[in-house]
Structures are given as structure tokens and as C-alpha cells.
């Protein structure tokens, strides 16, 4: 495989291009507000099932406190009525009346128990509304937590898109430059080790950091400065520099 040396040097600066593709691309899936967005994410779901849960809470109660006063009305109007036949003097057998008396004792006491149960259905209502009014204040400050975490994520892809953007035109220019068997070879390489192509700098490749064998230095060295040469530890393309020392 032959490449001019020009050919050669630009394909350690579309590694230098990949490497800068592959760090914004890594940034750009590693943006803190994505995780932080999505953690709110989660705690604002949560928060609406627990307002819904609270809603249907609030209107059970709302039935059963109607239900409780309207028996605390029903017991109160036949405390009257009960009453009014006593002070009317409409019952004058004393067994009846004494009935009558009993009656309207236990009728005050039932009434009692029922405003109890009016009372308490009102407490719960209140300890209901109050978390309810609580989770609604998080789940407004976290509406406006989101709001401003979605700007500045939005402001950060914008900015990895035109840096990305960037890169990529540079990398079709230098790409262009480089013979098309050469290329395939360095993509292949970079889709197997991440990098394609490393400079021989001091004997050493600087794509697996391992010194070369005086033999395969020799190799290199005698190789035709047009000819695509391969570092023997990792396969990666080798290009000679003026820093190689060769
Ligand atoms: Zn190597």
C-alpha cells in the first residue's frame, strides 16, 4: 500500500480529527444536565401521582364528610321532633314517655359520635391539603429547575454541534487528500483500536507506546518513503516524522 509522505502526515491529523470527533461526542453524551434532567424527570412523576393520589383522597373525604353531616342533620331533626312531641305534652302515658326521654338521650349521644366523625374527616381533609400544597410548591420549583437546566443543555449541544460541525468539514478536506485504500485501511483500523494511525516518534509507536525492535526499525527504515508501513505490537498505520528518529 503507498501513500505519499504528505498523504501520510495528514492521516495523523484526521486522527488528531477523530480524536477531537470522539471527545465531543463523548461530552455530548455525558452532559451532567442530561443525568440532572433526567433525576427531575423522575422526582416530577413521582409528584404527580402523589397530587393525583392526594385529589382522589380529598374528594372520598369530601363524600364522606357530606355523608357524615347529612346523618348528623337527619338525627338532629328527629331530636326535634322527638322533643317537640315532650314539650307539646302530646304523650302523657308514662311508659311512652319514658321511651320518648331515652330515646332523644341516645339520639344526643349518636349525634355526638356523628359530629366526632365530621370533625375528624375535616382533620384528615387538612393534613391532606397540606401535603398536597406542598408537593405541588416542589413540583413548581422543579418546573423552573427544568426550565433553566434545559437552556443550558441546549447551549452546550449547540455548542459540541458547531465544534463537531467544525471538525467534520476539516476531516473531509484532509480525508480527500489521503488515496482511498489508505483510508479504508485507516477507518478500518480506528473501528477496531479506537485510533487508526500513530507517529513513530523516537523509535516509539505512539498509538501502543511500545518501542520498536531494532529490526522492525530497520525494516522501516529501509522501507520507500511512500510505502504505508505498520507498527508490529498493535497494526496500527506507522507514520514517519522528522521525530522519528530513523
Ligand atoms: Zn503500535
Known sequence: MKASPEAQLRLLELADLDAELARLDHRRQTLPETAQLAQIDTRSSELRDGIVMADTELSDLDREQTRAERD???????????????????????????????????????????????LDVMERREAVENRRAELAAEQSALAGENAELTTKRDTALKEI???????????????????????????????????????????????????LHTVDLNEIRAAAPDEVVRCEECRRILVRTDESGL
Open 161 to 211: 454541534g458547531e465544534q463537531a460541525a467544525k471538525a467534520e468539514t476539516s476531516r473531509a478536506e484532509v480525508a480527500a487528500d489521503i488515496p482511498a485504500d489508505v483510508l479504508a485501511l485507516y477507518d478500518k483500523l480506528r473501528a477496531q483500536h479506537g485510533v487508526g494511525a500513530a507517529m513513530l516518534r523516537r523509535g516509539q509507536c505512539q498509538g501502543c507506546h511500545l518501542s
Open 72 to 118: 348528623v342533620d337527619q338525627v338532629r331533626q328527629r331530636i326535634d321532633r322527638d322533643q317537640s312531641r315532650l314539650d307539646g305534652g302530646q304523650v302523657s302515658a308514662a311508659r311512652e314517655l319514658s321511651n320518648l326521654q331515652s330515646e332523644v338521650q341516645s339520639l344526643n349521644r349518636r349525634q355526638s359520635d356523628l359530629e366526632e366523625i365530621v
